[in-house]
């Protein structure tokens, strides 16, 4: 194979050429490599001398790999794959299942698209299990009861026939095992405040929200045990690229849980991972916490680029000065680079900035097409967190003092004080300065 790294260099003379002498083409300015010979290009008049790599047809690849050297080339990919498998069904052996077995009861608090998503799969993980989803809109509770349907989010997708709903919280809280909180951000303080009095103190809650109380910029790893005055009260953080829908549907999809306590986090695993979805546990809560909420903002920005049709090359400077933004601000708040990088962030990013099933990026298109904020909140059914989210982020950047120009100019544009042309404007404007 060193073979075929030497760089060969392949000239054709004019065929007006007829000296029968060779000539010998020097290449003055290119480096000198200690390690190799600078290869010259010896040839004849109309016919070059033939190379032991080239093949007779001149259209075939110069590198091209022989048909030995191919079928080793395979079976060295086939081995390496093989011992993926191997490895892969190791792990899945020894892999414990005690936590799904013993879960008796889940409460899922919220009938949202994504808390009714997450409900079907939890159900679906075990036929015993009764999952039980606290919902306010009697109508979704007689939906979900009635006919096995959410019939405002979900109207085609039938629900397993261990998930019920009601409006009772005591009811939906006891003898839970554990509690999915799919409550939008801006309402779980009050609204976990109101059901404090049902909750063990023991119950482990996975947060599915996303986002930062505009007042406070306080995560959910805050508002839980806050609201429900229990500062010990078992905390976890599920985020990653997920759309409700993809769930329902049963799509391969990964995830992160995140929590200080390592052992819940194996268990939340267990309790979630199946073969369609794949379940990868983290300590950095605040890292997984504050990726999740501003890429809603980021998406916002990602959609007004859209909506004004400013390209492809827009888009992805966009995209990638925010993901730095993320990192700079998650790093100063103790949260790891890492992550940033990992599912939670950049793949929760590109889902939510570049798919048009993502509800903030449909607000930045909409915004960006020259429609009113208002307008489009009003005419939207489902909530979307990054016009709330956007609010704090000057205050976060204020106080870890982190210059974040792009997610500062969506929170402008959702306080009326910057249009999207003339942030735009203004953000090609700024200093040109090394990248970090």
């Known amino acids: 194979m060193e073979a075929l790294l030497e760089p060969v260099f392949v000239f054709k003379l004019n065929p007006s050429f007829t000296s029968k002498n060779p000539c010998t083409v020097h290449f003055p300015n290119l480096p000198k490599i200690p390690s190799k010979p600078l290869v010259v290009a010896t040839c004849c008049a109309g016919t070059p ?29 086939r081995i390496a794959w093989e011992k993926l498998v191997r490895w892969s069904r190791s792990w899945r052996s020894k892999a414990k299942t005690d936590v799904l077995e013993r879960t008796k009861k889940v409460v899922v608090l919220g009938g949202g698209s994504f808390g009714t998503a997450m409900a079907a799969h ?42 019920t709903a009601t409006s009772d919280a005591k009811t939906a809280l006891l003898g839970a095992d554990y509690c999915l909180h799919a409550v939008p ?28 109380e505009l007042n406070t910029l306080r995560m959910m790893s805050q508002i839980i045990p806050q609201a429900l005055k229990n500062p010990r009260q ?29 052992k819940l986090a194996h268990a939340v695993q267990q309790l979630l991972s199946c073969s369609h979805l794949r379940i990868s546990t983290s300590r950095d809560v605040t890292g997984v916490e504050i990726a999740g909420a501003l890429k809603n903002v980021l998406a916002i920005a990602a959609g007004i680029v859209e909506g004004m049709n400013l390209g492809n ?21 103790g949260g790891k680079p890492a992550t940033i990088t990992g599912l939670s962030g950049t793949g929760d990013i590109m889902l939510t900035c ?36 956007a609010g704090a982020v000057i205050a976060l950047a204020q106080k870890y003092n982190v210059k974040m120009p792009v997610l500062t100019a969506v929170a402008r544009i959702m306080d009326s004080e910057l249009t999207p042309k003339k942030a735009v404007l203004e953000l090609m404007s700024l200093p040109q300065v090394e990248e970090v």
């Open 49 to 77: 001398s033939p190379s032991p790599l080239l093949s007779q047809d001149s259209d075939q690849n110069p590198l091209q790999l022989s048909p030995d050297r191919t079928r080793d080339r395979r079976k060295v990919v």
């Open 122 to 163: 939890v159900a679906n993980r075990k036929a015993q299990m009764e999952v039980s989803m606290l919902v306010r809109d009697p109508a979704v509770c007689r939906s979900i009861n009635e006919n096995h349907f959410n019939y405002k989010y979900f109207p085609e997708h039938k629900l397993p026939e261990n998930v």
């Open 185 to 212: 951000v801006q309402f779980s303080t009050s609204f976990l405040e109101g059901i404090a009095e049902h909750v063990d103190p023991g119950l482990p809650f996975i947060s599915l929200s996303k986002g930062l």
């Open 234 to 262: 078992p905390f976890i953080a599920l985020s990653g690229p997920s759309f409700a829908l993809e769930l329902m549907n049963k799509l391969p999809t990964a995830m992160v849980v995140a929590s200080k306590d390592k």
């Open 313 to 333: 090359n827009s888009m992805a400077a966009l995209v990638a000065q925010g993901c730095s933004e993320i990192r700079w601000l998650a790093t100063k708040m």
């Open 354 to 389: 570049f798919v048009n099933l993502s509800r903030n990026k449909r607000v930045g298109v909409r915004l960006g097409s020259g429609e009113e904020l208002e307008d489009i909140l009003s005419s939207m059914n489902q909530v979307a967190e990054g016009v709330s989210t």
